[in-house]
C-alpha cells in the first residue's frame, strides 16, 4: 500500500484520516502545519499527500505550489481535503496543481478510494483527470 502524507490542522481529521487509511492497509505520517508538512514530503518521500487548504501561517495553496514547483515533490499526487466547497477554491486547486479534490465533511470510504486510486493512476492519469475536473467546473471548452 501506500505512504500517505496527511497535512491538516486540526487532530480529530488528523486522527479519522490515520484511523481509516492505516485500516485500509496504508502507512500514515501526518504534519499540523505547512512548514512540517514540506519538510515531511521532501524527507519522507510519501505516495500521496492529502492536504487541508485553512491552516494558519501557511495556507494549503501556498503548500500546494511549493510541492507542485519542486523537483523532489512535483510528482507526488496530492488530494485536496478542504470544508471549501465554492467553484472559485476548486478551480484554484486543480490549476495550482491537485489530482483530487475532497470537501469536508466526508465519508472515510471515499478519502481511502481518492487515496488509493491516486496511488495506482500514472502521472498522464492524473492530469487527464485534473482537465476533465476543470473542463466540468468552467463549462466545456473553458480549461
Do not use: Q
Not at 496504508?26 to 512548514?35: R, S
Amino acid at each position: 500500500m501506500a505512504k500517505v502524507l496527511v497535512i491538516d490542522d486540526e487532530p480529530d481529521v488528523l486522527m479519522l484520516c490515520r484511523v481509516n487509511l492505516e485500516h485500509a492497509g496504508h502507512v500514515v505520517l501526518v504534519a499540523t502545519g505547512g512548514a512540517e508538512g514540506m519538510e515531511l514530503a521532501r524527507s519522507e518521500r510519501p505516495d500521496v499527500i492529502v492536504l487541508d487548504l485553512m491552516m494558519p501561517s501557511m495556507d494549503g495553496f501556498d503548500v500546494l505550489e511549493e510541492l507542485t514547483l519542486g523537483d523532489d515533490t512535483r510528482e507526488v499526487p496530492i488530494l485536496i481535503l478542504t470544508a471549501r466547497a465554492r467553484a472559485l477554491d476548486k478551480v484554484r486547486g486543480w490549476r495550482a496543481g491537485a489530482w483530487g479534490y475532497l470537501t469536508k465533511p466526508f465519508a472515510p470510504a471515499t478519502l481511502t478510494a481518492d487515496v488509493g486510486r491516486l496511488e495506482r493512476m500514472t502521472p498522464a492519469e492524473r492530469d487527464i483527470v485534473r482537465a476533465d475536473a476543470l473542463r466540468t467546473l468552467l463549462g466545456e471548452g473553458a480549461a
